[in-house]
C-alpha cells in the first residue's frame, strides 16, 4: 500500500503560478513513475506531467513550457510547479504512483484559476 498526499492547491489569478506537492509514504520501493493528472467538470481525467524513476518527464501539450515536475527523491515527493496559470487549467489536480501493474491515487488538490 502507499499512500500519497497532496497539498499546495488554491486560487490564483491568470498568469499566477502555483506548486503542488505529492508526498508518498508506504510500500513506495517499487513504484516505476509518479505525475499528475487533472480533472475538469464534465471532462475525463487527463495527463498533466509524469516523471520515471529514471527522471524521464512527459508533458501534456497544454502545458509544456508552462508546468514543471520535478522529484525529490529524499523526501518521497513530487512536485509541480505551474507558471503562467491559465482558466482553462482549473481542474482537480490528482497525484498518481504507477506500479506498472497497478496505479495509486491521492485525493485531489482543487485548483482554480480566475480573476
Known amino acids: 500500500q502507499v499512500q500519497l498526499v497532496e497539498s499546495g492547491g488554491g486560487l490564483v489569478q491568470p498568469g499566477g503560478s502555483l506548486r503542488l506537492s505529492c508526498a508518498a509514504s508506504?510500500?513506495?520501493?517499487?513504484?516505476?513513475?509518479m505525475g499528475w493528472y487533472r480533472q475538469a467538470p464534465g471532462k475525463q481525467r487527463e495527463l498533466v506531467a509524469v516523471?520515471?524513476?529514471?527522471?524521464?518527464?512527459n508533458y501534456a501539450d497544454s502545458v509544456k513550457g508552462r508546468f514543471t515536475i520535478s522529484r525529490d527523491n529524499a523526501k518521497n515527493t513530487v512536485y509541480l510547479q505551474m507558471n503562467s496559470l491559465k482558466p482553462e487549467d482549473t481542474a482537480v489536480y490528482y497525484c498518481?504512483?504507477?506500479?506498472?501493474?497497478?496505479?495509486?491515487w491521492g485525493q485531489g488538490t482543487q485548483v482554480t484559476v480566475s480573476s
Open positions: 508506504g510500500s513506495i520501493f517499487s513504484i516505476y513513475a
Open positions: 516523471i520515471t524513476n529514471g527522471g524521464s518527464t
Open positions: 498518481n504512483a504507477d506500479f506498472r501493474t497497478r496505479n495509486s
